[in-house]
């Protein structure tokens, strides 16, 4: 089966976020990118287990500048077989899944996975716009996968416990935690990433529907208020009478 | 030029967010100087307590099937229905459900779109719509640009207030397209307020040892009236559910008050809850983390100071 893996360029979780050009920039001096840890924990590898198990192709696909493709050899070094740039700073969620549904319309892929959000602007909402560019089922938040020839077993989390689907053919799917384990990229990994192909295309759409018009930051905690244990009431008092939550 | 507010009904019943979403899409409409229409598939009991929230008129399609969610099949049925209504603002809860259904329906309806909204639009100059990103640590302000607009609204983002009168309701029959994909199960814990809309959650991580000490977790939350939580190495442990699990990988949530029970503060687990109003954090580390988060804290053995409080609560209930 061939499998397209969509992924992203991410901050570091433990990343300070700071802002430019008057708060209507992300600064990213300073900052570590990383593969956004959905895509690559889950979607890549999951990808990478399922075309080891019943033969096939792993693709990895970024929209992003030329800077991106130290992860994309991440992708590489993990298993994935080739991989596929589209060169362009997307601007919006938008502008990443119209040019990666662009590049699939062609390719017939089987399966198309992503994480289940980047853990940057936390949209969650490339995958259901790739699938309905591509008039394809969407399962979003899938824990668990299991194909059998034309037929896919998903699980999902939905609030307050899971969903079991059943989906036939090609579709788009979004994993979480439970999809599979992290792998971490051994030398022989990372020694082939190095000749595996990376295509570059051109993006087909450019203009983003969505703009960022001002970053603020949250307002600083005024700092935590101590209680002693073996006041409780007093901690209730507070929540009651100066927080008003209880 | 309208709002449309698609109303979830799981297993049947309009839910707090679902209140919540058509308290945001009337307000929406109210600055827009237009109406809102609410939106249900499949049953639903009392289709026209949405017009409590605001709602002009209720369409309710196909009131008497099960409605089995599948997000192809959902955008076509909401699409059709904002073309016919002419609803240019598209409101939706930010729940896994209408979170695969926002970026679809911005593609079918070409619009832009946000999910997960924290406060309602600005209208005043342009469309601006504002969300928490970067896992908590920043909130953006998004200008929609497109004439369309689809938003997912984040739970707890205002108070629903019912002070309308029930709407008329309008049934339709419009079959949901056959797809490709089948929900064959479904498994749902019964009787809880579920994470993402409670407004009151008691969380507890390492610190409670094994998972024959909930007890005192589960007390203080029944007593407060909370949705109970746990922390990632919990889930992992199998001490609690998965779903329970709030956090980076987790659910994030954005309830009124967060009570962290023995979780040192971890920063993947905080972004996961940082958008609560108000954080407790009790922890015998006096340099846990999650003491430079949280709005009150109490450093002690959270097996003597839990119960401690579960009792101050009921004194302050029965008061």
């Given at each position: 089966?061939?499998?397209?893996?969509?992924?992203?360029?991410?901050?570091?979780?433990?990343?300070?976020i700071?802002?430019?050009?008057?708060?209507?920039?992300?600064?990213?001096?300073?900052?570590?990118?990383?593969?956004?840890p959905?895509?690559?924990?889950?979607?890549?590898?999951?990808?990478?287990?399922?075309?080891?198990?019943?033969?096939?192709?792993?693709?990895?696909?970024?929209?992003?500048?030329?800077?991106?493709?130290?992860?994309?050899?991440?992708?590489?070094?993990?298993?994935?077989?080739?991989?596929?740039?589209?060169?362009?700073?997307p601007?919006?969620?938008?502008v990443?899944?119209?040019?990666?549904?662009?590049h699939?319309?062609?390719?017939?892929?089987?399966?198309?996975m992503?994480?289940?959000?980047?853990?940057?602007?936390?949209g969650?909402?490339?995958g259901?716009?790739?699938?309905?560019m591509?008039?394809?089922?969407?399962?979003?938040?899938?824990?668990?996968?299991?194909v059998?020839?034309?037929?896919?077993?998903?699980?999902?989390?939905?609030?307050?416990?899971?969903?079991?689907?059943?989906?036939?053919?090609?579709?788009?799917?979004?994993?979480?935690?439970g999809?599979?384990?992290?792998?971490?990229?051994?030398?022989?990994?990372?020694?082939?990433?190095?000749?595996?192909?990376?295509?570059?295309e051109?993006?087909?759409?450019?203009?983003?529907?969505?703009?960022?018009?001002?970053?603020?930051?949250?307002?600083a905690?005024?700092?935590?208020?101590?209680?002693?244990p073996?006041?409780?009431?007093?901690?209730?008092?507070?929540?009651?009478e100066?927080?008003k939550v209880? | 030029?309208?709002?449309?507010?698609?109303?979830?009904?799981?297993?049947?019943?309009?839910?707090?967010?679902?209140?919540?979403?058509?308290?945001?899409?009337?307000?929406?409409?109210a600055?827009?100087?237009?109406?809102?229409?609410?939106?249900?598939?499949?049953?639903?009991?009392?289709?026209?307590?949405?017009?409590?929230?605001?709602?002009?008129?209720?369409?309710?399609?196909?009131?008497?099937?099960e409605?089995?969610?599948?997000?192809?099949?959902?955008?076509?049925?909401?699409?059709?229905?904002a073309?016919?209504?002419?609803a240019?603002?598209?409101?939706?809860s930010?729940?896994?459900?209408?979170?695969?259904?926002?970026?679809?329906?911005?593609?079918?309806?070409?619009?832009?779109?946000?999910?997960?909204?924290?406060a309602?639009?600005?209208?005043?100059?342009?469309?601006?719509?504002?969300?928490?990103?970067?896992?908590?640590?920043?909130?953006?302000?998004?200008?929609?640009?497109?004439?369309?607009?689809?938003?997912?609204?984040?739970?707890?983002?205002?108070?629903?207030?019912?002070?309308?009168?029930?709407?008329?309701?309008?049934?339709?029959?419009?079959?949901?397209?056959?797809t490709?994909?089948?929900?064959?199960?479904?498994?749902?814990?019964?009787?809880?307020?579920?994470?993402?809309?409670?407004?009151?959650?008691?969380?507890?991580?390492?610190?409670?040892?094994?998972?024959?000490?909930?007890?005192?977790?589960?007390?203080?939350?029944?007593?407060?009236?909370?949705?109970?939580?746990?922390?990632?190495?919990?889930?992992?442990?199998?001490?609690?559910?998965?779903?329970?699990?709030?956090?980076?990988?987790?659910?994030?949530?954005?309830?009124?008050?967060?009570?962290a029970?023995?979780?040192?503060?971890a920063?993947?687990?905080?972004?996961?809850?940082?958008?609560?109003?108000v954080?407790?954090?009790?922890?015998?580390?006096?340099?846990?983390?999650?003491?430079?988060?949280?709005?009150?804290?109490?450093?002690?053995?959270?097996f003597?100071?839990?119960p401690?409080?579960?009792?101050?609560?009921?004194?302050?209930?029965?008061?």
């Amino acid at each position: 089966m061939n499998i397209l893996v969509c992924i992203s360029k991410t901050p570091d979780t433990t990343s300070r976020i700071s802002f430019r050009a008057g708060d209507t920039e992300y600064n990213p001096d300073g900052i570590t990118f990383i593969m956004n840890p959905y895509d690559e924990w889950y979607a890549l590898v999951r990808a990478i287990e399922l075309v080891e198990q019943n033969g096939g192709n792993v693709t990895a696909i970024n929209v992003g500048p030329a800077a991106n493709d130290i992860i994309i050899r991440k992708a590489l070094a993990i298993g994935a077989n080739d991989a596929v740039r589209i060169d362009i700073d997307p601007a919006d969620a938008y502008v990443t899944a119209a040019n990666i549904a662009g590049h699939a319309r062609s390719k017939n892929y089987d399966l198309i996975m992503l994480g289940k959000e980047t853990i940057d602007y936390n949209g969650s909402e490339t995958g259901a716009m790739i699938a309905e560019m591509l008039d394809l089922p969407f399962v979003s938040y899938a824990s668990a996968l299991q194909v059998s020839g034309n037929m896919s077993t998903v699980t999902r989390d939905i609030e307050g416990g899971v969903e079991v689907c059943q989906v036939e053919g090609p579709f788009v799917l979004s994993a979480a935690k439970g999809m599979a384990e992290q792998r971490i990229p051994n030398m022989k990994g990372i020694m082939m990433a190095k000749t595996k192909p990376l295509a570059v295309e051109v993006a087909s759409v450019q203009n983003p529907r969505v703009k960022a018009n001002k970053y603020v930051l949250p307002p600083a905690k005024s700092g935590v208020k101590l209680i002693s244990p073996d006041n409780m009431d007093e901690l209730v008092r507070l929540l009651h009478e100066e927080a008003k939550v209880i | 030029m309208s709002v449309l507010v698609y109303v979830e009904s799981p297993k049947g019943h309009i839910k707090k967010t679902g209140n919540e979403v058509v308290s945001y899409g009337s307000r929406l409409a109210a600055s827009l100087g237009t109406q809102c229409v609410a939106l249900l598939i499949g049953k639903a009991d009392d289709a026209a307590s949405c017009g409590l929230y605001g709602a002009s008129k209720v369409i309710h399609a196909n009131p008497s099937s099960e409605a089995e969610f599948d997000s192809q099949s959902f955008t076509a049925l909401i699409s059709e229905v904002a073309q016919k209504e002419g609803a240019d603002h598209i409101i939706l809860s930010n729940t896994a459900n209408g979170k695969a259904l926002t970026g679809r329906l911005a593609i079918r309806l070409n619009a832009g779109d946000v999910t997960g909204a924290n406060a309602l639009p600005e209208t005043s100059s342009g469309f601006i719509v504002s969300k928490s990103v970067f896992s908590g640590k920043a909130v953006v302000k998004y200008s929609i640009e497109t004439p369309v607009k689809v938003i997912s609204v984040m739970g707890n983002t205002l108070q629903p207030q019912a002070s309308g009168s029930p709407a008329p309701v309008e049934t339709v029959d419009m079959p949901l397209k056959a797809t490709k994909l089948k929900v064959i199960e479904r498994k749902t814990s019964e009787g809880i307020v579920p994470l993402p809309e409670a407004e009151l959650v008691v969380s507890a991580g390492r610190g409670m040892k094994g998972p024959e000490n909930w007890g005192i977790v589960e007390e203080l939350a029944t007593v407060l009236g909370a949705t109970t939580s746990c922390s990632r190495p919990v889930a992992d442990s199998g001490w609690r559910p998965h779903h329970e699990h709030v956090g980076q990988t987790g659910v994030a949530i954005r309830p009124n008050l967060y009570i962290a029970i023995g979780i040192s503060g971890a920063i993947q687990h905080l972004a996961g809850v940082n958008n609560s109003k108000v954080m407790v954090a009790i922890n015998k580390d006096p340099e846990a983390p999650f003491f430079k988060a949280a709005d009150y804290g109490v450093v002690g053995d959270l097996f003597e100071v839990v119960p401690r409080l579960t009792e101050a609560i009921r004194r302050l209930k029965h008061s």
